[in-house]
């Protein structure tokens, strides 16, 4: 028998704000994929963790920054460059809460994911729409996709918009027509054709981008014409493949990277 602890998200938060703390987003280098680690007052987060083979990586990066336990880990979707390294990361930390769409896929990688939540009773929930995310009390994580599973498991990706002070970063999973007025974009789908243009450009412009991608893909990401409409768009480009792991930090005034 399945053994899941279902914690249900609220759908409003009220946060204040102090200007004390620093708010620090890791954009981890995990080769093709995704993973960002977020801290902020001692809180963290992981919003994915990236192909199987970056599982070790990411579990060795954490540690170094001294981290000994994750308070929220969230799935984007059920893709195995999304989730390959969970289960590393699942059994080198005290994990408080697993959070994803509710998709499910037929993958052994998501099964031994699965697996590893039900062996470890690690609380597990699912996110719609609308949900905040529990984090820090100065910072908001509201959930703005999907509403309902289409069946496409990109566009079905849980969207978070983090929100400190008046910083606001976006984090669209795959989702390519995902949108939100945000400081800063983690692009969709490593910046696969129509990752910009179909969501991110069509209506508020982000000042700065990051792509998530492993260098010389065998995608060809991010596609020409992608890096082309964000230049075409003003937007400042900050590409995993060419610098590695890419740190963001914000006082909730301003951001910048490091």
């Known amino acids: 028998m399945r053994f899941f602890c279902f914690i249900v998200l609220i759908s409003f938060s009220f946060v204040s704000f102090s200007s004390a703390s620093l708010l ?14 977020i801290e902020c007052d001692g809180h963290t ?3 994915d963790a990236g192909p199987l083979d970056s599982g070790l990586t990411i579990v060795s990066y954490l540690q170094n920054l001294g981290i000994k336990n994750l308070d929220v880990i969230v799935s984007s979707h059920p893709h195995s460059d ?6 590393d990361v699942l059994n080198a930390f005290p994990v408080h809460l697993f959070v994803d769409n509710g998709a499910k896929h037929t993958t052994p990688v998501y099964r031994d994911l699965m697996k590893v939540i039900e062996k470890k009773q690690i609380p597990y929930t699912t996110a719609k729409k609308g949900n905040v ?3 820090a009390d100065t910072v908001s994580v509201t959930v703005t996709n999907p509403t309902f599973l289409f069946g496409d498991m990109n566009e079905d ?12 970063l976006f984090f669209p999973g795959d989702c390519e027509a995902c949108d939100a007025l945000a400081d ?32 010389d893909n ?10 082309n409409a964000l230049k075409k768009a ?15 930090k914000t006082d909730g005034k301003r951001y910048w990277f490091e």
Do not use: W
């Open 24 to 37: 620090t987003v890791h954009f981890l280098d995990v080769g093709q994929g995704d993973s960002a680690f």
């Open 45 to 47: 987060m992981l919003i």
């Open 82 to 87: 999304h989730i390959g390294g969970m289960v």
């Open 133 to 135: 995310i529990p984090f």
């Open 157 to 168: 990706s849980l969207a978070l918009l983090l929100k400190y002070g008046k910083i606001r």
């Open 184 to 215: 800063v974009v983690k692009l969709a789908h490593h910046g696969s054709k129509g990752s910009a243009t179909r969501g991110i450009l069509n209506k508020d412009k982000p000042d700065d981008v990051v792509i998530s991608l492993g260098r």
């Open 218 to 227: 065998d995608y060809h990401y991010p596609a020409p014409s992608t890096v």
């Open 234 to 248: 003003g937007v400042k480009i900050h590409r995993i493949d060419e610098e590695s792991t890419i740190i963001l």
